[in-house]
C-alpha cells in the first residue's frame, strides 16, 4: 500500500493526527511534495498543483482500511467525480528535507476554483500549523 502524505490537521502534532491517524499509522517522517499550499477559512488547509514546496508528513499506513478512514475524513469518495468530492485523493511524487526522490504517495489535493470561492490564502513558504492559523476543533 502507497503511503499517504499530510500537511495539514492530519500532520503529527496537529488536530487530527491522534484520532484519526495515530491507530492506522505504522511510521510517520517529514517530508515534501511540489504544489500550491493554501490555509481556507473554515479551518483548515487545502493543497493544489503547483510548482512550490509542501511540507508535510509521510505516513506508512498499517492497513488498506487506513485509506478509507482517510477518505472519510477528507469527504472523499472515489465512487463520485472530482467536482461531487470536497477534495481528490491522486498519487504524486514525494521528496525528502533534501528534495530527494522517496518515491510516490497518496495525497488529497483540492481544485483551484473551489479554493477561490472559499476566499482561501497562498502560504507561499509552504507550511500550515495550527499554531499558526486559526484551526478547526477535532472532538477526542
Known sequence: MPPLFVYGTLKPGEAAYSKYCAPYVSEATSAYMKGDLFHLPQGYPAMT???RWVQGALLQLKSEQAIAQMDAFEDYNPTLSAAENL????????FDRNH???GTAWVYLMQRDRIEQ??????PNGVWSQ?????????E
Open 49 to 51: 498543483d503547483g510548482d
Open 87 to 94: 477534495y481528490t485523493r491522486q498519487h504524486r511524487p514525494v
Open 131 to 139: 499554531q499558526q492559523w486559526p484551526s478547526i476543533q477535532i472532538d
Open 118 to 123: 472559499s476566499t482561501g490564502i497562498l502560504l
Open 100 to 102: 530527494q526522490p522517496l
